[in-house]
């Protein structure tokens, strides 16, 4: 079975950076769609960044354009998440997530158990 587990979290001043990971286990791991996912107290989950099997296709919800970046490193089984430029509303617990193999629009079929980003202003 999938195993994706979070690290990376943390406390950070506005302004500041962190770095997720996501070490993935159980599946092909180059096989597969990665996303990174974020829920605030009392709103939905929502897709914050996905990038495709190969690493060659990657999108970004507007929020977080041009102050994150997704990667993979497939050799390793793990996707990241660079996040700079960190705001107060970018304080949310992070999910990682795998698709439903290399289907850009194919959906998330399993999740980690999410690790929490504090921006402070």
């Known amino acids: 079975q999938v195993q994706l587990v979070e690290s990376g979290g943390g406390l950070v001043q506005a302004g500041g950076s962190l770095r997720l990971s996501c070490a993935a286990s159980g599946r092909t791991f180059s096989n597969y769609t990665m996303g990174w996912f974020r829920q605030a107290p009392g709103k939905e989950r929502g897709l914050v960044a996905a990038i495709s099997w190969s690493g060659g296709v990657t999108y970004y919800a507007g929020s977080v354009e041009g102050r994150f970046t997704i990667s993979r490193d497939n050799a390793k089984n793990t996707v990241y998440l660079q996040m700079n430029s960190l705001k107060p509303e970018d304080t949310a617990v992070y999910y990682c997530?795998?698709?439903?193999?290399?289907?850009?629009?194919?959906?998330?079929?399993?999740w980690g158990q999410g690790t929490q980003v504090t921006v402070s202003s």
């Open positions: 997530a795998m698709g439903r193999g290399r289907n850009w629009n194919g959906g998330y079929a399993s």
